[in-house]
């Protein structure tokens, strides 16, 4: 316990939260796949980031969190990566069919950034595909993008669907996409979400879970506002908060 408060410590971050998961040191510390280690390396990403230290192991553990840490700290990586773990494991068990998924969805507040976190996720995801892992399906659901482009995704099931607020709810009211298999709910930039007056959507989205779901919220700041929200909508999270001091 002692050690890994010194790891915090020393990449100036706070957790709060009970029964918090250690530090890792390095991405093998997690399992994830060796394809996705390579393509990673192969982008220049060797070493996880404070955020990635702390909130991938606490991400992993299914526990709802709060993950706050400043832009370019790689924030992305930390909901990521739990995401396609799940939907690995979930097909690995019951591989998905025609109508079904997603198992994690991803929500953004803008579209740039939808797209931004689908095509690192479609990346990952090929890797693993050309590692010999199962074939993972993605899905970008944000508006001005013709649906019908992807009915074959749709059509034989989706892993993981990053989406904008509005269009995700239209799709989930009618029945074009359910979330009655979904486990995994996380909120990019909840800052500027709930700026952008999305938060009634998100409730909104919220409702349309079946079961009980992990919920992760990151944010480049914890206004109070994002304080309300995650204290109605999250249950017991662990709260890892990066400083800037050092960074
Ligand atoms: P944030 O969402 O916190 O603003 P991003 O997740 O968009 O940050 O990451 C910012 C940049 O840092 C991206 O180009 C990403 O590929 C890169 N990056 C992420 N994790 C690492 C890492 N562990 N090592 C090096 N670069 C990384
Ligand atoms: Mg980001």
Redesign the pocket.
Known sequence: EEEWQAVREKHHIIVEGEEIPPPITNFQDMKIPKPILEHLKR???????P??IQGIPTAFTGRDMIGI?????????TFTLPAIMQALEMESKIPFVRGEGPVGLIVCPSRELARQTYEGLQAMCKALKEGGYPELRNLLCIGGINMADQGDVLGRGVHIAVATPGRLMDMLDKGRLNANNCKYLCMDEADRMIDMGFEEDVRSIMSHFKYQRQTLLFSATMPRKIQDFAQQSLINPILVNVGRAGA
């Open positions: 982008n220049g990403i060797k070493r996880p980031t955020i990635q840490a400043f832009t370019g700290s790689g924030k992305t990586l």
